[in-house]
């Protein structure tokens, strides 16, 4: 619907854009719609009786609204809520109320009464998520009156796009001096925390020997220009796609704030269709709430949903290591050469938090070759709980006959409470530590008594990760209709190649997706999933989406997709989420890698 603003970076429901109105403003941005250069311009309140305001089309307007006190009745918000149609402004935006449950359509939403959302953090998530799920991919979100440099990540991570230094300016004729890790009272302080050129030329006795309204300017400045530079800040996260690392130290600021990620974390569904499948940076688990990360909670999804073992008798359960991906750590080369031969008849599985459980075919796949965890030695509950629960999903989907446990200490305990719920019986092979000579002899000793089990082939262990990772991307049946049994692999882990007569695919160490060619794309050509559908024109090396149809809407940025029109086929990368695809009327969608002209 919008035609003014086209997003450009996303992480989770953050996101960088540009709009473009009579001057151009990237977004998220700081706001004054008092300022005559402010591309957004407010007609005021319904109550106030405002008066015309001259027509620009190189503006949006926030048309004529009706300001409502949060603990509004829904009745009440219905019949006063305002949502006048003006046709002399070419953009307008509109007011809404938090609770409100009509979502007309707009270019802009200004969330009413956002000031005293805080310290409500249910009410805060709820509200937003209510309005983002309603309202159209490109519409833009203020919120008035809220943003302080404490809180300004959280509101940008929740995908508030614009909001104002009021608070700043007010909190300044207050004497409270404002920082991203929180608020002091002027009178408290000693010395500033800060060198910015007003607090670098005076003190807080200084300050406080000022006249009252010169003081609070020099405060309301100085709290306006952190304000400022806590934006740049988060921006530039957004753009590295570690904003979820930043928000998780920003949190600790106000209790409040904390609850807020906890509760946006229990909306999965919300964050999981706005979240890239891939990030080039490390993933840091470094607090408790890391657990609810998306991309750690996709993974271990996908291992339960999309993953199937392959058919062998014998699983060897390993730990993790500190080296990414596992199998050229010190650790897991011994562990490997302590089954020596046997290998070809186990299956081998890594326990870790937080990643849960990792098939040795997906070790290299992100996150579970990308993440980083501090490493105490201590698991408390919730790490126990989370790693163990995903271990019994496993094994109650995964059957084995024999189960081999090189584990030790709390990843012994994990698995002999799995083992007592299901029933099962492990055998653990580790008694002084996973790389000591007894315990390596031990696992050798375990699996030398294998050889009339089933078995699998060097080739054929290779072919089953580039089928397991192909089910990973693209869903189930994927693997079976890309890899089929005759194909083989050229290159040397991990830049497997995959061929089957011609070339269909190339393991990307990077990341351990697949990367298709043309002939991978006609192989899954019956595959309904990860499918964009355009209309009769030949693209050449991105698409736009308002040249897009239909998209599969599990697609998420950074997802290898295919892309088919009447007379073309192509392969390449997505740039936002399917659903957004179908929805924005600006941006790039898809980036072609391969393309070719078919017959009709």
């Not at 690392?245 to 106000?254: G, M």
Request: some cysteine; hydrophobic content about 40%; proline content about 6%.
């Amino acid at each position: 619907m919008s035609k003014i603003f086209e997003i450009t970076h996303r992480d989770a429901a953050a996101r960088i854009g540009k709009l473009v109105l009579e001057t151009a403003l990237l977004t998220p941005a700081i706001i004054d719609i008092r300022a005559k250069d402010c591309p957004i311009v407010d007609c005021g309140s319904v109550w106030k009786r405002p008066g015309p305001i001259e027509k620009n089309d190189g503006k949006l307007f926030i048309l004529p609204h009706r300001s409502l006190p949060l603990q509004t009745r829904e009745d009440i918000i219905k019949e006063l809520q305002v949502h006048l149609k003006n046709a002399d402004h070419a953009h307008t935006g509109l007011v809404l109320h938090p609770f409100t449950r009509e979502f007309p359509v707009s270019e802009l939403y200004a969330l009413g009464a956002a000031k005293q959302l805080e310290n409500r953090a249910r009410e805060l998530v709820d509200s937003i998520i209510r309005l983002k799920e309603n309202t159209r991919a490109d519409a833009l979100l203020y919120t008035p009156s809220l943003a302080t440099p404490e809180n300004l990540a959280m509101l940008l991570y929740l995908g508030v796009d614009l909001v104002d230094g009021i608070i700043p300016i007010i909190k300044g004729y207050q004497d409270i001096y404002l920082t991203n890790s929180g608020e002091f009272h002027l009178d408290r302080l000693h010395e500033f925390p800060c060198i910015c050129p007003v607090c670098s030329s005076n003190t807080p006795q200084e300050f406080l020997n000022m006249p009252k309204n010169k003081r609070a300017q020099l405060m309301a400045e100085h709290n306006s220009l952190k304000l400022g530079e806590e934006l740049s800040n988060v921006r530039e996260h957004i753009r590295s796609g570690s904003l979820r690392e930043y928000v998780e130290r920003q949190c600790r600021a106000r209790p409040w704030l904390t609850a807020v990620l906890r509760l946006i974390d229990g909306q999965y569904d919300f964050l999981e269709k706005r979240t890239p499948i891939l990030r080039s940076n490390t993933l840091y688990a470094n607090t408790s709430e890391s657990l609810n990360r998306v991309e750690i909670r996709r993974f271990a999804h996908r291992v339960l949903e999309r993953y199937t073992a392959p058919d062998l008798d014998t699983l060897v359960l390993f730990p993790c290591s500190a080296k990414k991906p596992y199998s050229i750590s010190l650790s897991h080369q011994k562990f490997i050469n302590a089954l020596g031969k046997y290998r070809k008849f186990v299956h081998e599985v890594i326990i870790t938090s937080p990643m849960g459980v990792v098939p040795r075919e997906l070790e290299l796949t992100y996150p579970a070759a990308h993440y980083d965890t501090p490493v105490t030695g201590h698991w408390d509950l919730q790490e126990r709980a989370w790693v163990g629960g995903c271990l019994l999903s496993y094994l109650q989907k995964n059957k084995y006959k024999n189960i081999i446990a090189h584990v030790h200490g709390a990843y012994r305990e994990i698995c002999e409470s799995a083992a007592n719920e299901l029933g099962l019986e492990f055998i653990y092979t580790a008694d002084k530590g996973v790389t000591s000579h007894e315990s390596l002899k031990n696992l050798e000793h375990a699996v030398s008594g294998l050889e009339n089990t089933k078995k699998r082939t060097a080739e054929q262990g290779k072919l089953d990760m580039m089928r397991a990772i192909a089910d990973y991307q693209f869903a189930n049946g994927a693997g079976d209709m890309l890899v089929p049994p005759d194909a083989i692999i050229r290159a040397p882990f991990p830049k497997f190649q995959l061929f089957a007569g011609k070339q269909l695919a190339t393991l990307i160490p990077q990341y351990g997706t697949l990367a298709l060619t043309i002939d991978g794309g006609m192989k899954l050509g019956d595959h309904p999933y990860y499918r964009v559908k355009i209309g009769d024109f030949i693209p050449h090396s991105s698409i736009l989406a308002p040249g897009i149809l239909d998209a599969d809407p599990q697609i998420r940025p950074n997802d290898e997709v295919i892309v088919v029109g009447e007379t073309f086929l192509g392969v390449g990368r997505s740039l936002m989420s399917g659903w957004e695809m179908k929805e924005c009327t600006k941006g790039m969608a898809v980036e072609l890698r391969h393309s070719k002209k078919i017959n009709p």
